[in-house]
């Protein structure tokens, strides 16, 4: 065969034949199982433990690691904090929790108010990050009384720069919101599409949030459980003392996707009834929709 009839042949051949070259679909999600009546998690599970779905579709857990060491990113409102000693309190409490964090734990820090401010770079060595988040938490009595919630989410997401599995954000806030010039549903989609897994944590609302006439603050409490439960996480108050462990609870596993799956869908996961053992109390906290991440190739770093 002549040479250009033999390269014509060949690209005529691919075209015909898209689904044979097709690029497998991954991603990877954190999911949290535990037993409903003792409230504990369930450890020890392998990836064949899990059975997905994606409508009629069976999806292949191909890995599953329990022991996560995913990025965090602690985030706290302090508006208010100058008059408020609840507060204060409370960022005093989460500032120590992230300062005391082990050793290699991936960890940042931040504040907002007016203004957000955030730690240099997410730290792994307590001395670096007890001194940067000390350098935060010198300035919140100066970052006023107001609540900028939503754009302080906004900062947050774009901090992480390009997704690594499991990035999560811990908000600990009163759920309200009175400066933001981003509402709720800009911050949801943005959120959503990043693919980060947001817990929250509430703290007792502060006086001129939920009392002061002169302010005109939204209550967002609502809207951020439904954005909470939807990208997987969990929310939660201060006097839960098992909230901050929540950040490294669970799997982190890495699902096959139908190269369909390009925008995120909705899915279904649960515990098979392996050997006889039953998981009926079983509830799994996990990403309302899932999409494609990363390729094969990415993923395994080839």
């Known amino acids: 065969m002549v040479p250009e009839l033999r390269t014509l042949f060949l690209l ?15 991603t990877h999600v954190i ?41 965090l990113l602690v985030l706290v409102d302090v508006s208010g904090s100058s008059d408020h000693a609840d507060v204060t309190n409370a960022a005093v409490k989460l500032a120590d929790l992230s300062r005391n964090a082990p050793a290699g734990r991936k960890l940042a820090f931040g504040a907002f108010a007016d203004r957000l401010l955030l730690t240099k770079e997410f730290s792994t060595n307590p001395a670096e990050r007890s001194a940067e988040i000390d ?16 754009d302080a989410l906004h900062g947050a997401i774009g901090y992480f720069g390009k997704r690594q599995p499991g990035d999560t954000i811990m908000l600990v806030s009163d759920g309200h919101d009175n400066v933001s010039k981003r509402n709720a549903d800009d911050v949801s989609q943005e959120l959503l599409a990043s693919g980060i897994r947001l817990l929250t944590v509430f703290r007792p609302r502060s006086r001129f949030a939920s009392r002061d006439f002169r302010q005109i603050a939204r209550d967002e409490t609502t809207t ?10 969990s ?28 925008k995120p ?19 799994i906290m996990y990403p309302e929709k899932i999409g494609c991440s990363v390729s094969e190739s990415e993923a395994h770093g080839n």
């Open 135 to 150: 350098d935060v938490m010198a300035q919140t009595k100066t970052m006023g009384r107001n609540a900028g919630l939503f």
């Open 31 to 71: 999911v949290v199982p535990f037993d409903q009546k003792t409230h504990k998690g369930i450890d020890g599970l392998q990836s064949v433990d899990f059975e997905a779905r994606m409508g009629h579709d069976a999806l292949l857990v191909n890995d599953s690691t329990e022991n996560l060491n995913q990025r």
């Open 235 to 262: 929310y939660t108050g201060l006097a839960d003392p098992t909230f901050f462990d929540f950040a490294w609870a669970g799997y982190l596993l890495d699902i096959a996707l139908p190269n369909s799956a390009e």
């Open 12 to 26: 005529l051949l691919l075209a015909a034949c898209p689904c044979t070259f097709a690029q497998t679909c991954t």
């Open 265 to 283: 869908k909705i899915w279904t996961l649960r515990l098979r009834n392996r050997g006889g053992k039953g998981y009926r109390d079983a509830f």
């Open 224 to 233: 951020l459980k439904i954005l909470t439960s939807t990208t997987g996480g």
